[in-house]
């Protein structure tokens, strides 16, 4: 079993800055691990916002392109979200994803943080 911790949400203005973490409890060697993050805001469904593979290959939804930069440190199994030029639009709750593929296992597992809050007033 897994937990994730998120930290690092908050109150800001419009075009401010935060940087989300993700703890993980640990990670699995040897197998495929994707980080990602997602967000829900009042009264919508849960979206993606970013990804970062065991490649180190990152995607990002369109609407945090550009402005938004995701990040690992391996050392300290924690995954990071830098989020700047923040908008309203970005007010939700953020929750941390992996997703954990070994090829000795029948079916991914994954796991969700209980995500931490971001609000934006413009």
């Known amino acids: 079993q897994v937990q994730l911790v998120e930290s690092g949400g908050g109150s800001v203005q419009a075009g401010g800055s935060l940087r989300l973490s993700c703890a993980a409890s640990?990670?699995?060697?040897?197998?495929?691990?994707?980080m990602s993050w997602y967000r829900q805001a009042p009264g919508k469904d849960r979206e993606f916002v970013s990804t970062?593979?065991?490649?180190?290959?990152?995607s990002y939804a369109n609407s945090v392109k550009g402005r938004f930069t995701i990040s690992q440190d391996n050392a300290k199994n924690t995954v990071y979200l830098q989020m700047n030029s923040l908008k309203p639009e970005d007010t939700a709750m953020y929750y941390c994803h992996m997703l954990a593929a070994c090829t000795t296992w029948v079916r991914p597992l994954e796991y969700w943080g209980q995500g931490t809050q971001v609000t934006v007033s413009s």
């Open positions: 970062i593979d065991s490649d180190g290959r990152m």
């Open positions: 640990t990670r699995y060697t040897n197998c495929r691990t994707d």
